[in-house]
């Protein structure tokens, strides 16, 4: 019997950039963890019912999530997208060109957490934020986009099962306790209301009040 996932995925017909952008990311012999086709949608949706223009992405990887991202938005809006490695930045870049958001995107080569301290002494904000980078620092990213957070800004964190180790009380390595971590966090932020979606991977939700 089918999973409830691939039922529903099974109702969509394939994205052919989105599928050009995975098999692009296997060929660079990079990991494949992009989000999950469904996640993918619920993005744009959210960004186009959030009427989001400035959007901060941890983690570009290939583009997958950029391009789900960019395709939010109503008529103007910006991405800015953290990286740590330059060739995955610049391989997602040319996938948001394609994908006719190369003008909407700016890459920050680097790690995550130092960029993030740089655009909040800028005094940047933003009306949504995607996390899907390092593990460890889950906790640390969501407590920087709820600084960097305009009232109302959504939060979405992808991956918050780990393929099943957050829930395995016998795995306790540090992204398994910093997942934990981040899961409760967002559960029990007096400065948020969340939920958390149990399909995929897992995603968390959440909006700055």
């Given at each position: 019997m089918q999973n409830q996932e691939d039922y529903s995925e099974?109702?969509?017909?394939?994205?052919?950039?989105?599928?050009?952008?995975?098999?692009?990311?296997?060929?660079?012999?990079?990991?494949e963890v992009s989000i999950a086709p469904g996640y993918g949608r619920l993005l744009t949706m959210l960004v186009t019912l959030s009427r989001s223009t400035r959007i901060l992405e941890i983690g570009a990887l290939g583009g997958y999530s950029g391009i789900c991202l960019c395709?939010?938005?109503?008529?103007?809006?910006?991405?800015?997208?953290?990286?740590?490695?330059?060739?995955?930045?610049?391989?997602?870049?040319?996938?948001?060109?394609?994908?006719?958001?190369?003008?909407?995107?700016?890459?920050?080569?680097?790690p995550a957490l130092d960029s993030l301290k740089l655009l909040e002494a800028q005094g940047r904000k933003y009306d949504f934020f995607f996390i899907?980078?390092?593990k460890e620092n889950y906790p640390n990213y969501l407590e920087y986009a709820i600084r960097l957070a305009?009232?109302?800004?959504?939060?979405?964190?992808?991956?918050?099962?780990?393929?099943?180790?957050?829930?395995?009380?016998?795995?306790?390595?540090?992204?398994?306790?910093?997942?934990?971590?981040?899961?409760?966090?967002?559960?029990?932020?007096?400065?948020?209301?969340?939920?958390?979606?149990?399909a995929y991977d897992g995603l968390a939700l959440a909006m700055v009040k």
């Amino acid at each position: 019997m089918q999973n409830q996932e691939d039922y529903s995925e099974q109702l969509y017909t394939e994205d052919e950039l989105l599928l050009k952008v995975k098999q692009a990311i296997a060929a660079n012999d990079m990991p494949e963890v992009s989000i999950a086709p469904g996640y993918g949608r619920l993005l744009t949706m959210l960004v186009t019912l959030s009427r989001s223009t400035r959007i901060l992405e941890i983690g570009a990887l290939g583009g997958y999530s950029g391009i789900c991202l960019c395709r939010g938005f109503a008529q103007s809006g910006r991405l800015t997208s953290l990286e740590l490695k330059a060739e995955y930045a610049k391989l997602a870049h040319s996938h948001l060109e394609q994908a006719g958001f190369g003008d909407v995107v700016e890459y920050q080569i680097g790690p995550a957490l130092d960029s993030l301290k740089l655009l909040e002494a800028q005094g940047r904000k933003y009306d949504f934020f995607f996390i899907d980078a390092d593990k460890e620092n889950y906790p640390n990213y969501l407590e920087y986009a709820i600084r960097l957070a305009s009232p109302g800004a959504i939060i979405a964190g992808d991956n918050i099962f780990l393929r099943g180790r957050t829930l395995n009380t016998e795995k306790n390595g540090p992204a398994v306790q910093a997942m934990r971590r981040f899961n409760e966090m967002i559960a029990g932020d007096p400065r948020l209301t969340s939920t958390l979606l149990p399909a995929y991977d897992g995603l968390a939700l959440a909006m700055v009040k």
